[in-house]
């Protein structure tokens, strides 16, 4: 299991962040039609649950999150969090794209649990620990499908080379693709919502089940 380190600026701003931890062995197919079943089946809900957009933000994990954002000195309503930007879109009716398992098992624990949710090839992992603190200016990130991202005020974490992950996009550096055998999940909860044990185990048995994890190893990390 990675190790984690918070910066105390984090813990001050959120002094309850825990962090739950998954390490395991994957494969990374196409999406199966069963589980992309299961995603259509949280977005439903999602668009049954909330009557106007806005309630999105309220939901205890979102706004936990934001929260933070904005301690850190972050526009959460220009840099939104991942999980909050992934139920507006279902809420617009614009739909989710089909990716990979392992792309789309973190979004269905995302949206279900609202928590933003760090997933990270781990082979792509510069040394045995990751860093949690806060982006600067002159961090340089290539978030996932949104090119050049200023991270400056967001929680973000590094590895030995530099910052691979925020709340609001992952690093193109670790990022899953089609041949990814070994997966580094950081669910973040700056402020809870579905319990944590609860999202880990999800999360575990969606791997198990549809990316055939094996050697699976989970933790919940707490300063």
């Given at each position: 299991m990675?190790n984690?380190?918070?910066?105390?600026r984090?813990?001050?701003?959120?002094?309850?962040?825990?962090?739950?931890?998954?390490h395991?062995?994957?494969?990374?197919?196409?999406?199966?039609d069963?589980?992309?079943a299961?995603?259509?089946?949280?977005?439903?809900?999602?668009?049954?649950?909330?009557q106007?957009?806005?309630?999105?933000?309220?939901?205890?994990?979102?706004?936990?999150?934001?929260?933070l954002?904005?301690?850190?000195?972050?526009?959460?309503?220009?840099?939104?969090?991942?999980?909050?930007?992934?139920?507006?879109?279902?809420?617009?009716?614009?739909?989710?794209?089909?990716?990979?398992?392992?792309?789309?098992?973190?979004?269905?624990?995302?949206?279900?649990s609202?928590?933003?949710?760090?997933?990270?090839?781990?082979?792509?992992?510069?040394?045995?620990?990751?860093?949690?603190?806060?982006?600067t200016?002159?961090?340089?990130?290539?978030?996932?499908?949104?090119?050049?991202?200023?991270?400056?005020?967001?929680?973000?974490?590094?590895?030995a080379?530099?910052?691979?992950?925020?709340?609001?996009?992952?690093?193109?550096?670790?990022?899953?693709?089609?041949?990814?055998?070994?997966?580094?999940?950081?669910?973040?909860?700056?402020?809870?919502?579905?319990?944590?044990?609860?999202?880990?185990?999800?999360?575990?048995?969606?791997?198990?089940?549809?990316?055939?994890?094996?050697?699976?190893?989970?933790?919940?990390?707490?300063?």
């Open positions: 990675i984690i380190h918070i910066d105390p984090i813990v001050q701003a959120c002094p309850d962040v825990r962090i739950g931890l998954l395991a062995t994957v494969t990374n197919p196409p999406t199966s069963e589980l992309w299961r995603i259509e089946a949280a977005a439903s809900d999602i668009q049954s649950r909330y106007q957009i806005l309630d999105i933000n309220q939901r205890p994990a979102i706004a936990a999150t934001r929260r954002y904005k301690a850190l000195g972050k526009d959460p309503n220009r840099y939104r969090v991942a999980s909050e930007a992934l139920c507006r879109r279902i809420f617009k009716g614009a739909g989710l794209y089909r990716l990979t398992t392992l792309v789309d098992a973190v979004n269905l624990v995302s949206i279900v609202g928590y933003p949710i760090s997933g990270l090839d781990a082979d792509r992992i510069q040394g045995d620990t990751l860093t949690l603190d806060v982006g200016d002159g961090d340089v990130y290539h978030g996932i499908g949104r090119g050049l991202l200023n991270i400056q005020g967001l929680p973000v974490y590094r590895d080379a530099g910052p691979i992950a925020t709340p609001t996009s992952d690093e193109e550096r670790t990022a899953f693709t089609p041949s990814t055998v070994t997966a580094q999940i950081n669910i973040n909860a700056y402020g809870e919502e579905m319990p944590l044990p609860e999202a880990l185990q999800m999360m575990a048995d969606l791997l198990t089940q549809y990316a055939g994890a094996q050697q699976v190893e989970t933790a919940i990390y707490q300063p």
